[in-house]
Each structure stands twice: as structure tokens, then as C-alpha cells.
């Protein structure tokens, strides 16, 4: 061990604990949080959230421009989980965030519509929200979500309770079913 | 370099070291999921029977991986023009993308933005290493902080350097034991980082299959010549010719030398074998100085043959590429390429020749200059592509790499 070596590692250190530092806006992830340790019976302490992410949007200027949020749902509990829907910092929208699904119609095309039953976690199961599937959707954009950046989303569940993930956005060409408010029915 | 330098382990042992950790609670829910994926593709590879595919090269640590770690049976390197918009903002959000989705994929997981998560069959001792070329400095208003000695490599006489294969402001290196695993890091990366920055070039290279029983010792190169018997081997060689100490921000770091190589296979294949060990200067057998029984033995460069001329040609490559100077030295990491036929109808081959030092000015350059000006081998080869980057330290889980130029 030479002294290039232990200057290298006094570096690395110093670029770890800068990322600790900004860990919990950078991760995707939410394992524990605040609102689980506090009310031990809820729905939002009953789930895991990990890989979060949300498709980057740079133009907000077209009509009605919106984009997905995305994440693998895991209920840790014996009774089913459902979330209603949520909310993420009013600059980038002021509208809240729904659920929705991408279903196919009589014409066979694939659309996407607002899953009005929120999305199910079954108990003991998971949930990939990912494109061309459920997820989350933000509606009318004021500001653009660039790559790499992150986004906080306080996710809604059916009794009330809320839990915040924050997942990176990513570039991705998928997940560009029209959208139809009343595709079933 | 024909071992790995750094420790590798097991995919399914690194598997279960996972859902180890995660039974000791914490961040329980995401270690799990992780845990979860992981064995599936775990799984995959079982399923498969072939154990090449769980190896696993470590993504996190003071250095990058990809240099000091033994060649994979498959490389690539692609070179990016970043974007018009591009700044220092943008490096530090393409560098988090980058590093995460890399962080992943050499962990044999795929990315949650992955539109093809089944091409993920483990990973292959996957490694992808990051580099800046000098226009990314010029970028993100860093130019001061450019280590001493990163300059581009001098115009040679005996280049013919196509713009094609030259040049760039970001480099991304795969090496993988899969060229299926390899293919898909490559789309996937340069899909997650389209925003930012467009291909300029991809070099594709190969050196051996992993799970044939590769032959033991330094690899050949496609003119069968032993390569790389010089290379430094132990940690004490690669602190010394390798990583970086200074500035602050780049130590651990590297710079690296990509040159594409083209090999007139077709004259080298005029010549009888005294012919062209007399033109390296050692033994087309075992790659032994042409004074010498074994690999290893250092060359005599006076020994005089009965013939009253030098037994190491004053031509020779490795004369020319020996230097007094015991700093002129570094890793050579080179691939193969071969692209079939060309116009005229010859062997499309040669080496992606690349070179990490801690210093290019000093350390490789001369060593290039020696070779340019007057090496038999120059008649066989034609440098055809140049690029250099600097090869920024390793990065810790949490950080990023280049996190230490961008934010100090």
C-alpha cells in the first residue's frame, strides 16, 4: 500500500460520503420511511418501493404534456394494498397524479386510460409499474424533467396513508400509446 | 496480461450476499427486490449450465474496472460527439445515468429503463469504463483541471488516420466474455444517453473465447505474434505506470490511448517465419527474445550473430519499443478486429491497440515516437484511428464517476 494507493482512497471516501449525502433524492429507492415506522398498520408501511424511475419529458410546451412514473410495488403484508393515486411538487404540474393502465380496444389498438380502481398490490405480491402497463401519470407538465434528474412522488394509498419515492428520469422511446380518457366502456 | 488483476467472485455467491444483507433489515425492501432479480437471472444462467456467464467484475472501487481486469473474450469502445446544449449541468446528470445503468448492467440486473430486460443473461464479466475526451473538459468549463501530460498523440508519418475511427469527447468501454451480454450494454447505454451525446464511432474487438479453455499466458495478436509481454503485472507495476496520484480529483484515475491498428495480412503472409521474428525481434514460438530461451528473458541488444550483424534486428520492434527511461512504460490492453474483405479485396483486420498510463506525454509518446520514425513492423501496419481520453477514478455506491472533477 503506497501513497498513491492511500490518496485514491482518501478520494474515494470524500466522493462517498457526497453521495450519501444526497442519497435519498438519488436513489429510486424507499425502503423504510417516516411515514412506516410512525403508523405500523397502514398501507404504506406495508409495501416496499425500489426501482423507481420517470420517463424525462424536455418539451412542456405542446398541449396537455404529461409523462410516467414508474416502480417495482412489493406488499410486504397479508392484506391487499391499493394505490389511489398522488401528487409530485407543484412546479412541474399542479395536477395530481393518477393511475393508470394501457388497455387495448375494439380495434385492437393499445391505449391508455386512467385505472379508476387505483392499481392492486396483491398481498405478498409485487407490481411492476412500467410502460405499457400501470403506472403513474403526470398531467400537464409547466416543467420539463430532464435525464438525470429526480422527481419526489407521494404516492397515495386506498386508507389515506402516503409514503414519497423518488425515482431518476431516464430517456425512453416506449410508452406512446394515445391517450383515451374512455377507452373501456 | 493473461490473469486477472482484481479479485472477481461468483454472481450467485454475490447473489446471495444480497439477500444476506437484506435479512438484517434496513433498507430491507429494496435489498430484497434487488435480491429477487437477481436470482432469477440467476437462474437463467443455471439453466444455461454455463458458469462463464456468473462471473462478475466489481463496478464500485477506487478504480474504474476494465484496465487492470483480465481481458474478456470480447471488447468495444464507443466514442460520443456531445450534444449542442451540453454543460456541466448535463455531465452531472448523464454521469449519474451513466454510472447507475453501468452499475447495474456489470451486476448481471437489468435496468428498470431497459426495453430489453431478457438480454440481460448475466454478467459475463461485463465491465464499462468511462472516459473524457478533451472537448468534454472544454465543455463543463474544466480545462484547468486536465491532469499534466493528457495531450493528443503527435501526427505521424505513417498514420492515415480516417476521421471515422478518431477522436470524441466521451468514451465508453465494454468488455464482456458474452458478445450478446457486450451488444446489449452497448444499445442500452447509448439509448440511456441519447439526450446528451451521439455516437461518433464503435470499434468492436475480440481476443479469445472464455469458456473454450482459453491458452494460458500473453495472448497473440492476428499475426501470431505474442503481445504484450512487457505489461505490468503486480499491484507495486500498476501504481507505478497506471493509476494516477495527482491532481486530487483524478487519482486512481488513468488515461487511455485507442488506436486502430491495420494489419496488411496479406504481404505479412509473403514472409517466411525467421522473416518475421527477425521484425519483432522474437520468437514466433513462445515469444522469446530471439537471444533468449524463454518469454520472460530480458533481450540482449549487443548480441552479435555469427553473420556479424545484431541477432536483434537494429530495426527490431521490441528494440525500438525499448526505452532506457523506466518510466516510458504502460498497460497494453489491445483487442482484435477483424471485418472480413476489403474493397480490393484483402483482409479488413488488425488490433485495437489500447494503451493506459498515468501520464501520455510522458511516459507513451516517446515510446510511440520511437516506433514511428523507424520499426520493421511499420511496413505490415498502418495506424488508421487515434483518440484519447482521460479515464476519471472509480466511484463509490451513492456517487457517480467524474462526481471528484464536477463537484470539488
Known amino acids: 500500500m503506497n501513497k498513491f494507493r492511500l490518496a485514491s482512497i482518501a478520494t474515494a471516501a470524500l466522493v462517498l460520503s457526497v453521495g450519501l449525502a444526497g442519497c435519498t433524492t438519488s436513489t429510486g429507492d424507499s425502503g423504510t420511511n417516516g411515514s412506516a415506522s410512525q403508523q405500523s398498520e397502514t398501507m404504506s408501511s406495508s409495501v416496499s418501493i425500489s426501482d423507481a424511475w420517470v420517463k424525462a419529458i424536455d418539451d412542456v410546451s405542446g398541449v396537455a404534456p404529461m409523462t410516467g412514473f414508474f416502480m417495482l410495488v412489493t406488499n410486504n403484508s397479508d392484506q391487499d394494498v391499493v394505490i389511489t393515486g398522488g401528487s409530485v411538487p407543484a412546479d412541474l404540474t399542479p395536477d395530481a397524479v393518477e393511475t393508470h393502465e394501457v388497455v387495448s380496444n375494439d380495434a385492437g389498438d393499445m391505449v391508455m386510460q386512467e385505472a379508476k380502481d387505483g392499481i392492486t398490490i396483491p398481498a405478498h405480491g409485487s407490481v411492476k409499474l412500467m410502460p405499457g402497463s400501470f403506472h403513474m401519470m403526470l398531467f400537464n407538465m409547466v416543467k420539463p424533467i430532464l435525464v438525470g434528474d429526480t422527481v419526489t412522488l407521494t404516492v397515495a394509498f386506498a386508507d389515506g396513508s402516503t409514503t414519497d419515492v423518488t425515482g431518476t428520469a431516464y430517456s425512453i422511446e416506449n410508452g406512446l400509446e394515445k391517450y383515451v380518457p374512455e377507452a373501456k366502456n | ?408
Open chain 2, 1 to 408: 496480461m493473461s490473469e486477472p488483476q482484481v479479485s472477481r467472485r461468483r454472481f450467485l455467491a454475490g447473489a446471495g450476499a444480497i439477500a444476506g444483507a437484506a435479512a438484517l433489515g434496513g433498507v430491507a425492501g429494496v435489498a430484497v427486490d434487488r435480491a429477487v432479480i437477481a436470482t432469477e437471472t440467476a437462474r437463467r444462467i443455471e439453466d444455461s449450465g454455463n458458469e462463464s456467464f456468473t462471473d462478475l467484475e466489481p463496478f464500485y472501487g477506487i478504480h474504474q474496472s476494465g484496465i487492470a481486469t483480465g481481458l474478456q473474450a470480447h471488447g468495444a469502445f464507443a466514442s460520443y460527439t456531445l450534444n449542442d446544449d451540453f454543460d456541466v449541468d448535463a455531465a452531472k446528470r448523464m454521469l449519474r445515468v451513466l454510472t447507475d445503468t453501468a452499475a447495474k448492467l456489470t451486476s448481471g440486473i437489468a435496468p428498470m429503463s431497459d426495453n430489453d430486460p431478457e438480454l440481460v443473461t448475466g454478467p459475463a464479466r461485463l465491465t464499462i469504463t468511462v472516459g473524457f475526451g478533451p472537448g468534454f473538459f472544454a465543455r463543463t468549463g474544466t480545462v484547468e483541471k486536465i491532469p499534466s501530460g493528457f495531450v493528443e498523440i503527435p501526427a505521424y508519418s505513417i498514420d492515415a488516420l480516417e476521421p471515422q475511427w478518431s477522436g470524441g469527447d466521451l468514451l465508453v468501454q465494454f468488455g464482456a466474455d458474452d458478445p450478446l451480454v457486450l451488444a446489449h450494454a452497448l444499445r442500452h447505454v447509448s439509448r440511456s444517453i441519447r439526450t446528451f451525446a451521439t455516437p461518433k464511432w464503435v470499434q468492436r474487438g475480440f481476443t479469445q473465447a472464455s469458456g473454450l479453455g482459453r491458452p494460458a499466458g500473453t495472448p497473440r495478436n492476428l499475426m501470431g505474434q505474442v503481445d504484450g509481454t512487457v505489461n505490468p503485472r503486480t499491484e507495486q507495476e500498476f501504481d507505478d505506470q497506471v493509476w494516477a496520484s495527482a491532481p486530487a480529483w483524478f487519482a486512481g484515475g488513468t488515461m487511455a490511448v485507442v488506436r486502430r491498428i491495420a494489419m496488411e495480412l496479406d504481404t505479412w503472409d509473403a514472409l517466411d517465419v525467421p522473416a518475421k521474428e527477425l521484425s519483432v525481434g522474437r520468437k514466433l514460438s513462445n515469444g522469446a527474445p530471439l537471444t533468449g530461451e524463454l518469454e520472460t528473458d530480458v533481450p540482449d541488444l549487443d548480441a552479435v550473430g555469427e553473420n556479424g550483424l545484431k541477432v536483434i534486428p537494429t530495426l527490431a520492434h521490441i528494440r525500438r519499443a525499448r526505452t532506457a527511461d523506466d518510466r516510458q512504460k504502460f498497460l497494453r490492453r489491445p483487442f482484435h478486429y477483424d471485418d472480413g474483405t476489403n474493397a480490393k479485396g484483402q483482409n479488413d483486420a488488425g488490433l485495437l491497440f489500447v494503451a493506459y498510463t498515468s501520464d501520455i506525454e510522458n511516459r507513451y509518446v516517446p515510446v510511440q515516437n520511437a516506433l514511428a520514425k523507424r520499426d520493421l513492423m511499420n511496413q505490415w501496419t498502418t495506424p488508421i484511428g487515434s483518440a484519447v481520453f482521460v479515464i476519471p477514478p472509480g466511484c463509490m455506491e451513492g456517487g457517480y464517476i467524474g462526481q471528484a472533477l464536477l463537484e470539488s
